[in-house]
């Protein structure tokens, strides 16, 4: 029998003990919450949860089916969703945590990638979801889960990690799919890495599973016309106001009325609906459902230089969003001390974060690929992809953008700390190589 090292029952012992102050920590959290606060969303998420489970109805519907089906199994019980939410969230961060520190080969920074992936998860942008009748929480969890299983899959291929991960990534994308262009594009990215990567089946595999995994999304997505409303939404409050994309969609065909007029910068739920419910817009409505899908991607190509640099506009939102109005009654922040806060997740310096982050992580792409380092390429997707995901979020929905852009912000910045440890790992492994090797010279 293989005897246990001390320093190993030293860093179990920690992880331990931390697990339970962190358990501690969000249980006595949650008994501040008054009640689970519902929003807009929440009655569609019911509604579709309510459909039998092998109905075309609930696979094939405007919500993506994970978070009506996590609601079904619940008995769309908010008090019941809510326990559930923060256990689920507890599980996911810590399963991540011992990931990220199990894979480091340096002993100290074991210790301080641990504490610091459980602490992120402490933060306002993470534990703030729990208690809302949303799919957010649970799309935070299944990201966790999903990165703990690609990092597994990185550092010790098998068949078993490879499952694990494709169920992962299939419950992530039928979650919410805006993960599915994230997954779309690291497939891309490993295409385009093959002739570099040492196991060219295998990243071909990997590569291919991603992609079919964003196509699943986007047919069930296309299926249940999902893509409708935020087009409306859109069209009213940025097509609609602006001359310009105006008279492009006019050329185009589409029924331009007073009644569609009226309609401009309002959001769609304002006049009891009028976008989806005024019979003055029944031609409007037939054309948009008939093309208002591939004239607005014509659009969004014709209008390339607004598509690709409007987020620039906005950064503030963009990449440093205030979610705090979705807080429900009774919520204060776990973590008190600002500077901690700030550290952990960084919003007063917000902006300056990203650019360092993008900087960084391009710098580190030449090394990753020269010196093997295959796991710094999880960080590095999710740090590059973040801006292509923020032109998605911004063009896709006008509406809500602030929460919309909560998850490329999250990657991003989890993301850059996972980076870091990798990169200090490499680097103190490479240096203590060194030492005896000046000293034998």
Not at 57 to 76: Q, Y
Not at 221 to 232: E, I
Not at 414 to 424: C, Q, R, S
């Amino acid at each position: 029998m293989k005897q246990i090292k001390p320093k190993h029952f030293i860093l179990a012992f920690f992880m331990v003990i931390s697990c339970i102050s962190y358990i501690w920590m969000r249980t006595q959290y949650s008994t501040r919450i008054h009640s689970p606060r519902s929003f807009g969303d929440t009655p569609d998420y019911f509604r579709v949860a309510s459909e039998p489970l092998f109905s075309a109805s609930f696979w094939i519907a405007d919500r993506a089916p994970v978070i009506p089906l996590f609601f079904k199994l619940l008995h769309n019980d908010p008090e019941l969703i809510f326990r559930t939410q923060l256990c689920f969230s507890m599980v996911a961060w810590i399963v991540l945590a011992f990931s990220v520190a199990l894979v480091l080969q340096n002993f100290a920074l074991k210790f301080i990638a641990f504490m610091t992936v459980l602490g992120f998860s402490l933060t306002q942008n993470i534990i703030i979801w729990d208690p809302l009748i949303l799919s957010d929480s649970v799309s935070l969890s299944l990201l966790a889960l999903f990165l703990a299983s690609g990092i597994w899959l990185i550092t010790n291929w098998n068949w078993s990690t490879l499952l694990v991960f494709s169920l992962l990534g299939s419950f992530l994308v039928l979650a919410r799919d805006s993960y599915a262009y994230l997954l779309l594009m690291a497939g891309l990215a490993l295409l385009a890495l093959i002739f570099v990567m040492p196991y060219r089946g295998r990243t071909a595999l990997v590569s291919g599973i991603l992609l079919l995994l964003f196509l699943v999304s986007n047919t069930l997505a296309t299926a249940g016309n999902r893509w409708y409303v935020p087009f409306l939404m859109t069209l009213g409050l940025r097509i609609l106001p602006n001359s310009e994309y105006l008279s492009y969609f006019r050329e185009q065909g589409m029924p331009v009325s007073e009644a569609l007029m009226e309609r401009a910068g309002k959001p769609l739920h304002t006049d009891d609906l009028a976008f989806l419910n005024d019979p003055r817009l029944d031609e409007f409505r037939q054309w948009a459902k008939a093309s208002g899908r591939g004239i607005y991607v014509k659009f969004l190509w014709h209008f390339r230089a607004d598509t690709f640099q409007e987020p620039l506009k906005h950064l503030e939102v963009i990449f440093n969003p205030d979610i705090y109005y979705y807080a429900a009654t009774g919520f204060r922040p776990i973590i008190k001390n600002q500077r901690l806060n700030e550290l952990l997740y960084p919003t007063h310096f917000g902006i300056l974060t990203v650019l360092i982050a993008n900087v960084l992580a391009a710098a580190f792409v030449f090394p990753a690929l020269k010196y093997r380092q295959w796991i710094w390429i999880l960080p590095l997707m999710l740090i590059l992809f973040s801006y292509p995901q923020a032109i998605l979020i911004w063009n896709a929905d006008a509406n809500d953008i602030a929460r919309h852009s909560l998850y490329h912000n999250i990657e991003l910045r989890l993301g850059l700390w996972m980076l870091l440890f990798f990169v200090f790992d490499f680097l103190f492994l490479h240096f203590k190589r060194l030492i005896p090797e000046r000293i034998n010279t």
